[in-house]
């Protein structure tokens, strides 16, 4: 067994490193540091949400639209309103990371056209397989019946 030299010579004292006491720093700022908000950033308020039981239960009545991976029901409102949204999923869709997932991809393909909803309040639904189709073709579907909406109602 071989043993490496050591050698008997300590190098030389450096300074200790320093470090700055967190008021000391220049470049932070002297201000009392708050927690980031939390909860949802408030709505653009181009589409606002359904909140009223009536208005479920309407949606419940209304008649049920499919598109591929996507439903909607639509109850007409008044046109100079903005647009009401809902977005629902089934427990058979999966586990919860599924179903979120889910709701969030519609509501993207939903802001996608905005510029085309009407008055009214949307239920949009989606299963299992709207969180893995493409988005381009979410948002398709979606787009598709909302134009449906658009050429019954005229």
């Known amino acids: 067994m071989r043993e490496a030299p050591v050698p008997t010579q300590q190098p030389q004292a450096q300074e200790d490193a320093r470090f700055p006491h967190p008021h000391a720093d220049a470049r932070r700022s002297g201000r009392h540091q708050v927690p980031a908000p939390t909860g949802p950033r408030p709505a653009v308020g181009l589409i606002r949400s359904v909140r009223d039981r009536a208005t479920f239960d309407a949606l419940a009545r209304a008649r ?65 397989e709207a969180a893995t189709v493409s988005f381009a073709s979410l948002r398709d579907a979606v787009g598709g019946l909302i134009r449906s909406v658009r050429e019954e109602g005229t």
């Open 64 to 128: 049920h639209r499919s598109g591929g991976v996507v439903t909607l029901r639509f109850v007409p409102g008044d046109p100079a309103s903005p647009p009401r949204l809902a977005v629902a999923t089934a427990h058979s869709s999966g586990n919860a990371v599924i179903r979120n997932r889910v709701r969030r991809r519609l509501r993207a393909a939903v802001a996608a056209h905005r510029d085309e909803l009407v008055g009214g309040a949307y239920l949009f639904g989606g299963g299992r």
